[in-house]
């Protein structure tokens, strides 16, 4: 799968983890994400993200 838009995507990325190389490639961010049962960060506002639950938990928590 190819993505495009990648220097785009990287403006609205909130993505805190630094080492990470899927950042701006979403098609991958989020096949790696749901292979762990996981959202992205960009479902996440800043201050939840920062924690790095990404759980679907998570995200059903805060958006109830």
Do not use: Q
């Amino acid at each position: 799968m190819k993505c495009n838009n990648e220097s785009a995507n990287l403006k609205n990325c909130n993505c805190s983890c630094s080492g990470c190389n899927k950042k701006g490639i979403c098609c991958e961010c989020l096949s790696y994400h749901r292979s762990k049962k996981e959202l992205p960060a960009c479902y996440f506002p800043s201050n939840i993200e920062k924690t790095y639950d990404r759980s679907i938990k998570k995200f059903i928590e805060i958006n109830s």
